[in-house]
């Protein structure tokens, strides 16, 4: 009864932390603005990155990386005779951030979220690291941010998936075949409710009318821009239609008209004499 209690607790607790939205606050901090009634109007880091360019983005991914990697670890040492406390906890803050009470259950994707599971993990936190960096730079030539979303949320859990099964952990709580088990259908589980939460994304994919992320020059924008320069997003830029330049023809066929006149008027005076 007490093991049910606990578990009940931190997943009580970790739904209610996924609740907390970092774009919709970094929007509102920074540029006032709701970020659920701007762009495609999701609250979550492509939105943002579309919208108010590289630096927010990267703070809102950041963010909730933090936030549900540090409520996994912490729950994990809170309740460190209990295997399995650490994807309890990541479980619930993505659903949590995913179907939060606050906003009639309308949240993010949980893609910076999932990442924060891999990251702040004990085990392969390395293999995440680097398959970051290996997608931040393929995200520059490939430019839709689905497609290195399902890239990197899949490949980690298919690298974890192969680790539980193999790797010798140490275990108090659980056997070995059952942790690997409840991970196995954890991840998966959490990543086809991913594709779920992108089903728009796949199908404008699958129709060629995805929007692309010219990513490469949203990461210029940051960091090759001139010193003290401003960097003013596009959506900032009042466009005003050029005004037409009409060219008058009037006063040319004047002109002709009054040296005509002049040519006859000496003429008549050359009569006269």
Request: hydrophobic letters at 50%.
């Amino acid at each position: 009864m007490e093991t049910v209690l606990y578990f009940i607790l931190v997943a009580f607790i970790s739904y209610f932390i996924g609740t907390v939205n970092f774009s919709k606050i970094l929007a509102w901090y920074f540029r006032h603005k709701d970020i659920t009634k701007v762009g495609s109007g999701n609250p979550g880091t492509m939105n943002m990155l579309r919208s108010f360019g590289f630096g927010l983005a990267l703070a809102t991914f950041l963010a909730e990386v933090v936030k549900s990697g540090l409520t996994c670890l912490i729950f994990q040492l809170i309740f460190p005779e209990y295997d399995i406390m650490y994807f309890v906890a990541g479980f619930f803050v993505i659903i949590g951030y995913m179907f939060p009470v606050w906003s009639k259950f309308k949240g993010g994707k949980g893609v910076a979220c999932f990442a924060g599971i891999f990251l702040f993990s004990p085990h392969l936190w390395y293999v995440a690291l680097g398959w970051f960096v290996v997608c931040f730079i393929l995200f520059m030539f490939v430019n839709y941010g689905s497609v290195i979303s399902f890239t990197y949320i899949g490949g980690l859990c298919i690298a974890y998936t192969i680790y539980v099964w193999l790797a010798d952990i140490s275990l108090q709580w659980l056997s070995a075949t059952n942790y690997a088990i409840i991970v196995t259908v954890v991840l998966w589980f959490l990543y086809a409710l991913m594709l779920f939460m992108h089903r728009g994304n796949i199908k404008r994919l699958i129709n060629h009318t995805e929007s692309k992320i010219d990513f490469k020059a949203k990461v210029k924008s940051v960091f090759c821009h001139k010193k003290g320069e401003e960097i003013i997003e596009e959506e900032r830029v009042e466009h005003k239609p050029e005004q037409e330049i009409v060219i008058d023809s009037q006063p040319q066929e004047n002109m002709e008209h009054e040296n005509d006149e002049v040519v006859k008027n000496e003429e008549n005076n050359e009569t006269k004499n």
